[in-house]
C-alpha cells in the first residue's frame, strides 16, 4: 500500500507542474502541500490502475485550478510596458504580479530520463512559463499535460470531467496562441562554448568590466529587475545603466546556482563599509542563445528567493 514516504518521492515533479501552471514557487509549493494532503486522505482510494505519479499529477492538476481565477496570470518586466530608458522613475509591483524563479533541483524529478528531462527542464524557463500565462487556466493544464506530461486527450478528458472533443479543441487554440510567443532559446544542455561563456560572465560581472561584460550579449538582450516594471534593451541602455544607477554593483560577488532550467547567480553586494561581509542583492537568471546572452534577469527578492535557492545570507570578506 502507498504510504506517505511514497508521496513524497514524487514532490519535485509536482512542483515543477504546479510551477508551469502557476508562475510562482511559493504558490507552488502551496499547491503540492494541498496536493499531498488530499492525496493521502484519498489513499484509499488509489487502485494503482495508474502510476502513483499519474494520480498525483490528476489531483495537483485539480488544485492549481481550483487556484487560478479565469484570468488569473503572472508577468515578466517585458509584457507590462514598452522597453524603458535609464532615466525612468523606477516603480514597483507586488510580488504576486511577477513571475517567479524556482529552484532547478526543487522542480525537476532526479528519476527522470535524459530526454524526459529535457523537455521538463525546457517547460519550467521562464520565456515558455510567460507563454503559458497568456493561455486560460484549462488551456494551460490541456496543453502541459499533454505537451510537456505526454498524457492523451482520453487521459486529459478524464481527468479535467470534459470530453476528448473539447480537449483538442483546447489543445490546438493553446498551440495557435504560444506560437505567438517567442520561444527559440536554446533547449539543449548547455555546450561547452556556453560554459565558457558563463565563466566570462562571472569574471567580467566581479572585475565590473562593463565593456567586456555587454559584449557577451546579443545585441538585443534586455535587462529586467523584478520587482521593479522597468526594463531595458540593447548595449547602450544596459551599459548606461550598470555605470550609473546600478553602479552599486561594482565589487559584486557571485554564487552559481541553476533556476528555470537555465544558469543562475545569487549576487551579492559589497558593503558601505570596507571589512564588512557581501549582502543579498539579486537572484541573475540568464537566458542563453547560441553563444550570446539573450537576457539579464535580475530577481531582487531576495529574502524570498535565497533561502528557497539554499545560497548563504551573507559572504565572508
Known sequence: MATAYNLEEHRAALTGHCYRMLGSA???????????????RNLDRF???????????????????????????RFRPMETGPVGSVDDTLTTQPRTHWIEPVPDA?????????????????????????????????????LILTEVLGWSAAEVADN??????????????????????????DRAPLSDAQSTLLNRYV??????????????LHQDATL???????????HESIS???????????????????????PAFGQYRPPAEPGG??????????????????????FLDTETLFPRFGLPPELAP
Open 26 to 40: 511559493a504558490e507552488a509549493d502551496d499547491a503540492v502541500q494541498e496536493t499531498m494532503v488530499r492525496a493521502w
Open 47 to 73: 487502485e494503482e490502475r495508474s502510476s502513483m505519479r499519474t494520480w498525483l499529477y490528476r489531483i495537483a492538476t485539480r488544485v492549481c485550478l481550483d487556484a487560478l481565477g479565469d484570468h488569473s496570470r
Open 106 to 142: 526543487l522542480a525537476l524529478p532526479a528519476d527522470a530520463d535524459p530526454s524526459e528531462l529535457l523537455v521538463l527542464r525546457q517547460s519550467i524557463r521562464l520565456a515558455f512559463v510567460a507563454a503559458l500565462q497568456h493561455l486560460p487556466p484549462r488551456q494551460r493544464a490541456v
Open 160 to 185: 479535467l470531467e470534459t470530453s476528448v472533443a473539447s480537449v483538442n479543441s483546447a489543445l490546438q487554440r493553446a498551440r495557435a496562441t504560444l506560437a505567438t510567443r517567442d520561444l527559440t532559446q
Open 203 to 216: 569574471e567580467a560581472f566581479e572585475r565590473y568590466d562593463v565593456e567586456a561584460l555587454t559584449g557577451l
Open 224 to 234: 529586467s529587475m523584478p520587482p521593479f516594471s522597468l526594463w531595458l534593451r540593447g
Open 240 to 262: 548606461q545603466w550598470l555605470l550609473g544607477r546600478g553602479s552599486g554593483c561594482r565589487g559584486s560577488r557571485l554564487v552559481a546556482t541553476s533556476a528555470c532550467g537555465s
Open 277 to 298: 561581509p557581501h549582502k543579498p542583492w539579486a537572484l541573475i537568471v540568464l537566458e542563453l542563445s547560441g553563444d550570446r546572452i539573450t537576457a539579464m534577469n535580475s
